[in-house]
């Protein structure tokens, strides 16, 4: 079935995620349109999606390579009634909920790297960027819930600089993955999780969190505006923030910057 707004709306009719949907063959940035349709008024659970992206974002303004027919760029809208402080832990969430789609799909070592990255023996195949505006009494107006997913992409096909630490579905299982059936999976995990989240909190998402993570327990460095921090990663905070033990034992919470395990 053609990976078109008619097949997307059909497959998803009825459901909470998706029930509103906003195709696109290219765009600058589905994160941004998504931001200017919830400006106007746009319903939780609205999603966009392009088959381009010609300004794809990730995180520290980095951009996210998105080429044509191939990969899985959208974003979704929510409104979640909850402090501005716990926004960091939609994007957790997210990255539990991609990660349990692709081990269901018998990917093996499905790994979660704090904050927003999800990896397949490594190799960075997802990105998540959550993006929050708060209303005049300081609570969440909505969140911009930005996903992409590598997955029909060739290893030839990466940029130099980032082929190497890169990969995708296809590349792992040597097949072509219907884009369809994944962007409805994506959306039934997603729907499932935050549902979770909502009703049982954060307690349940931080646990599978750690189920993926490979950095528990492991030396660490956290990068963030020419800042270094190392120390040993204890596991995650009710608000999403990292926490790690220093040198001289003290507990220590990182709420942002790019971490990675030492190698020694």
Known sequence: MDFTEQALAGRLSGRHIGNSIHFFNEVESTNDIAFSLAIHGASEGTVVIANRQTRGKGRLNRLWQSPSNCNLYTSIVLRPETDPVFAPQITLLTGVAVAELLSRRHLADVTLKWPNDVQIGGKKVCGILTE?????????????????????????????????????IKEETGGDIS????AV?????F???????IQQGFSPVGEAWLTYSHMVGKRIQVASHGNIQTGEMTGID?????LISDDSGTIRKI???DASVVKH
Do not use: P, Q
Not at 154 to 168: A, G, M, P, V
């Open 238 to 242: 009710d608000d999403g923030s990292l």
């Open 179 to 182: 884009r369809l059936e994944f």
């Open 185 to 189: 999976a994506l959306y039934d995990h």
């Open 132 to 168: 929050m505006k708060t209303t005049a009494d300081r609570r969440i107006d909505f969140v911009i819930v930005g996903i992409g997913i590598n997955i029909n992409m060739r290893k030839e096909d990466f940029d130099d600089s980032f082929r190497e630490s890169s990969t995708s």
């Open 191 to 197: 729907e499932k999780w935050i549902a979770i989240w």
């Open 255 to 257: 709420l942002a910057g």
